[in-house]
């Protein structure tokens, strides 16, 4: 191995970016080309017909197919059980979300000095709306950094339920060990136009009213979130609160127009979730 190989190898983070893919030609190129410095990347798409595998294959990804038989395990915990990966680590990058330079780094410094410390990373996301970062506002953390034998996602029986699919819903990996929490944010940058990312989330609002209308699975599902988002599903006029909490509490007036209509559409998103659970109810 010539001196420039072996130092880009030194140099690249060992870990592997896996993006779950299914349609995403507007999105992968950058998702891809922000990876570059881990060990490698991989691709699993379910069945593709734009062109998301051709762009992933030129972009040096190596691509698996993924099929759902509509049971369990999900898109996720089926990549964690059947994908031989090279590295102990994995990171889950959404095909809309970008890895910074300052979170690059940071990533850098945990696989230089702390990986044995920890089995996961949680990660704040930073969101880019309308074309422009939003400096304010509500955030949410995610765990996206994965040691491969001490994680796993929880197996929630949603198969039947409409909205997501073969994807695990909106809850938590279950860690066995120490969290690390990163500061450098994650940024979410979807190329789609605003309407799909609304009937995206009229996706999500049937799941999710769903399952706030099965209180099994429910009580199941918030186990498996996060502390504030357990206590944010308490409360009552959920819309209400979050407006309130993302426009004001978290100064998203300072983003101005951008950061009202962000505040507007996700709470049209919980207001959306709360009308079909009452739908539910009445049928």
């Not at 880009?8 to 970016?17: C, E, K």
């Not at 029986?157 to 860690?175: L, R, V």
């Not at 609160?241 to 049209?268: E, H, P």
Request: charge should be positive.
């Amino acid at each position: 191995m010539d001196s420039t190989n072996r130092d880009r190898l030194l140099n690249m983070i060992p870990a592997t970016i896996v993006i779950a893919t299914k349609n995403e030609e507007n999105n992968i190129r950058d998702a891809i080309i922000s990876s570059r410095g881990f060990y490698e990347v991989v691709v699993v798409d379910s069945n593709s017909t734009d062109g998301t595998v051709s762009l992933s294959n030129s972009l040096g990804a190596r691509v698996i197919n993924f099929t759902w038989d509509t049971r369990l395990p999900k898109k996720r915990e089926w990549i964690l059980r059947n994908i031989d990966f090279k590295t102990d680590w994995i990171l889950f990058l959404d095909a809309d979300e970008r890895l910074t330079a300052d979170l690059y780094q940071e990533l850098s410094e945990f696989f230089r000095n702390e990986e044995k410390e920890y089995s996961a990373g949680q990660f704040k996301m930073k969101f880019i709306f309308m074309g422009k970062a939003l400096k304010f506002g509500h955030r949410i953390r995610t765990i996206k950094l994965l040691r491969l034998d001490s994680c796993e996602y929880p197996q929630v029986e949603d198969t039947s339920f409409p909205g997501m699919g073969e994807m695990e819903g909106h809850f938590q990996a279950i860690i066995n060990g120490k969290l690390k929490k990163f500061s450098s944010p994650l940024l979410e940058a979807d190329n789609d136009n605003l309407s799909d990312w609304f009937q995206r989330h009229i996706r999500y609002a049937e799941w999710d009213s769903t399952i706030m209308s099965n209180p099994s699975i429910r009580s199941q599902v918030l186990r498996y979130k996060t502390k504030g988002s357990r206590l944010f599903y308490q409360l009552p006029y959920r819309s209400v609160n979050f407006f309130l909490y993302s426009f004001f509490f978290k100064a998203g007036f300072l983003d101005g127009r951008r950061g009202f209509n962000f505040a507007l559409s996700y709470a049209w998103y919980f207001w959306l979730c709360e009308l079909l659970k009452k739908d539910l109810k009445q049928r």
